[in-house]
Structure formats: structure tokens, C-alpha cells
């Protein structure tokens, strides 16, 4: 089958790779979203592996899900204490090879109504992480930083919670599009901020008022300046929070068909680079390969 794995240098190719083994069911994948986190493993992961984890797919059956491709254990200490992507379990991957493939053996599916668009599947896992990620964001005036495809799921994930919510990003038609979502723009204090891209970080240290929170959703490897300062003089609190859980898959599944969902670019596999490339230049909010 077709499939984009990573070469030598961890750079993207087009592959014929076996039929995929291993425990789980087969999934047929009608359609598998780039995610911000993919294009970071790029030239950094392992020779060999197959990304992609945002999967709309069908069952032999006919029946459409998604998939889990992370799941913790649910009951060692990490987990109690709520912070199940750091699990030991949650290392394992649940799907094989990976979702920008033709065919992937998955153990956690979730099944998709028939209602939803067909490859609107591919919006749960992304809605999960947001939606767990938000109950670690304090309640009031809240600014989201990046108001990219995720940014615009916060930006409502925080509206229908009653949140007072600021957006900002250097591309003002992106910032167009979070007013539409409810969304406003000022220079206020806020009392929490939410990080969706790379930069801002600063800005936001310096707009949250004293005792307000800072939430790390989206991050480079490498180290960015911040500034302590603001951290230390207002006693702010910074959290970090990655990936999600079944639980969260369940939630995002039911605010789903109620939200707006960002702009789609799809592209077949075949265009995989063509697609990072429009992802990286912020000519796509979000890209979907189809097979
Ligand atoms: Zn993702
Ligand atoms: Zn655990």
C-alpha cells in the first residue's frame, strides 16, 4: 500500500510498504489531517516512521471512526494526577504504521456518526486536545495567541464555556476570522492566555494580569526566550498540556457538529510536501491528505 514515510534524512517520501500488522482492526483511511506537530517531527524523527494521527477512516464493515493513536493506562499515578500524556503507557503507539497511509491497524476506533461530513473525522482529535487542555485555563477575559485552525477551535471551545475572549495573530485575516468566531481584539489585561503558536509568548506574559495563567498548548523543540520577569513580579502560573484521552475523544465528538470548522486544503498523499510547504508559509490554516 501507499504510504508517506520518513527517509534517511527524516524527510518525507512516497512508499509502496506492506499491508499493516499487528493487533487491532484494519482501518481504511478515507483522510488524515496534518498536524502542527507532525511538520515538527519532520528531519527529527526516525528513519521509517509513518506520521499522521488525525485519521477519518472506515472500518471493513463500512463503518466510519477515528482513532486513538495514544492511550494511557488510566490508573498509574500520572493518570490519577491528570496528566495522562506523560503515562508510560500513552509512549505506545496504538495505530500502525501511521495515518498518512492508504490502510493503518488501529485498537482504539471511535465511531463516527453517519451525520458527520465524511472527512470531518479528522477534527476530533485536535477538538479532544483543546477541550481537555481548556480545563486547565482559568475562567474570564482569555487571549489566544495564533488564531491558526487550532486557534479557531479554541476561540469557540472558550466562547460556549461563557469566556471573554481576545485573539491575536500577525495575519490579520486570520484574526478576521476569530472575530466572526466571537472573538474580540483590545490591549487589556486577561487573566488567562493560551499559546497556540510559536511566537507571542512574551506579549502574553506581559498582558496577564497579576495571578493569571499562561497555557503552553503548542511549542518548539528548541528554547525560547521568555521573559521570567513577568512570571516572577505578577506570580503567574504556567502549564503545559499535550495530546488527549478517550474521554476527550467522546467530548469533542459530540461539540463537533455544532462548531465551524476551519478551512480545509486536501491534497492527495502523492503531495505530501506540497502540503507542508503551503502548512509552513500559512498559505493552508489546515492540510488533509487523502490516499
Ligand atoms: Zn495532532
Ligand atoms: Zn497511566
Redesign the pocket.
Known sequence: MRAVRLDAGGLPELADLPEPTGPGVLVRVRAC?L????VEKLGRAAPGTVLG??VAGELENGDRVTVLHRVPCGTCERCVARHESTCAEFRELRIAPGGFAERVRATHCVPLPETLDEHDGVWV??LA?VLRAAEAVPRGRVLVVGCGAIGQLWVQVLRRRGDDVVAVDPRPERVATAHVLGASTDHDPVVSAVVTAAGGINDALRRLEPGGSLLVFSAPEGDVATSLDAVYRKELTVVGSRSATPAYFRAALDLLPSLVLPEVTTLPLERFLEGVDLYRRGDALKVVFTP
Not at 498536524?35 to 507532525?38: F, I, K, R, Y
Open positions: 489531517g498536524c502542527g506537530s507532525d494521527h488525525e482529535e485536535p486536545c
